[in-house]
């Protein structure tokens, strides 16, 4: 086995509870689910990555939010990046340019290995939920990690330029094209991961987590797989949503520059209403805290800027703690859309 340990050797564990399923994408949603992998048993958390960004280069399928998270649950990831192995060399990309090859998407050398081998056992009619598990096993992982889907689902961003692949707008283009709606190719007709489907259905779970990833192009393709949305309003579970915004700008990525072209305001509140119906709670960064009475949704206070290992681990315990906390206020023993709350009264949604 390979990395440093960091999904196995944790400082703090969350006091013993049910399981933990977060739904994530990749960079700002990893930084989370390390949290959370750190402060939870192994047994207890589930992460659920994004697969709408996956797409076949040079022969090979590449799953980037898979492989961030996957990378970063090992201990891997590039600290510089964000995104690829740490310590990474670049020789196949230099002799690709000199032959003349695409390399506007870079593919380290390293990296590379994890592309040949997922294709090559899916081609050999492995399912990416089992190549997935299996990689993961390689690389020393101890929370269960998979895909939203089996099936392929492919975001399309629509831009004034037209229609364009998700990474042919966030890769080639650099998220330039202005924005104005998106589609979730393949989604009607793909089947949710039975892991995810049984973890929202699980009568040991305590909360569900959706980390500070970009709401349109991380989480929206999950919620766009059927039964999802119906499966996240009806759990009786807490479901918290981490804002990916502090001060009207995105940790990291193009979440503000999509809702200003969206004609949306750059703000928790526009969160909160892109997940309407399904959250009870939404956590916020404390610089934000003159917005935490205008949600819709009941919100909550924490440091949301996770830049150290401690970080993310206090992130992810005081999402556990307000999650917790929601549980014992709230009526959460009935469906979310009977809930009645101190402040506020949500309605049956089904989106």
């Not at 006091?15 to 047994?43: E, H, M, N, T």
């Not at 393709?221 to 990916?244: E, H, M």
């Not at 750059?266 to 997940?275: C, F, L, R």
């Amino acid at each position: 086995m390979t990395g440093d340990g960091a999904a196995r050797s944790r400082s703090r564990r969350s006091p013993p509870g049910g399981r933990v399923l977060a739904l994530s994408g990749g960079v700002g949603g990893a930084k989370l689910a390390l949290g959370l992998s750190r402060i939870l048993p192994p047994d207890r958390l589930t992460v659920i990555a994004n697969t709408g960004d996956d797409f076949e280069h040079l022969g090979l399928h590449i799953a980037p939010d898979l492989d961030t998270l996957m990378y970063t649950l090992a201990g891997l990831d590039n600290p510089d990046t964000g995104w690829g192995r740490r310590d990474e060399t670049w020789h196949c990309m230099a002799a690709l340019e000199t032959l003349g090859g695409e390399t506007w998407f870079r593919l380290g050398d390293a990296d590379l290995a994890t592309h040949l081998e997922r294709t090559r056992r899916l081609r050999g009619g492995a399912s990416l939920t089992a190549v997935t598990a299996r990689l993961c096993e390689r690389l020393g992982l101890s929370a269960r990690l998979a895909p939203m889907s089996d099936d392929p689902v492919r975001t399309v961003v629509h831009t004034t330029e037209g229609a364009l692949p998700f990474q042919e707008y966030f890769v080639h283009r650099r998220c330039v094209p202005r924005v104005i709606g998106f589609a979730y190719a393949g989604a009607d007709a793909a089947r949710a991961s039975p892991i995810l489907t049984a973890a929202l259905a699980d009568p040991d779970l305590r909360a569900v987590v959706l980390c500070p990833s970009n709401p349109f192009l991380s989480i929206d393709p999950i919620l766009a797989l059927p039964g999802i949305r119906t499966g996240l309003a009806a759990c009786r579970a807490p479901v918290v949503a981490v804002s990916p915004l502090c001060g009207g700008r995105a940790f990291k990525g193009p979440t503000a520059k999509i809702l200003r072209e969206l004609g949306l305001p750059a703000n928790a509140a526009t969160i909160a209403q892109h997940y309407e119906g399904l959250l009870d709670v939404l956590v916020l960064d404390e610089a934000d805290a003159r917005e935490a009475d205008d949600l819709g949704v009941p919100g909550a206070l924490a440091p949301t800027r996770m830049v150290t290992l401690a970080d993310r681990e206090s992130l992810a315990q005081a999402v556990l703690s307000i999650a917790d906390a929601q549980r014992r206020t709230a009526q959460t023993a009935a469906p979310r859309s009977a809930r009645v709350y101190a402040t506020d009264v949500t309605g049956e949604h089904d989106p």
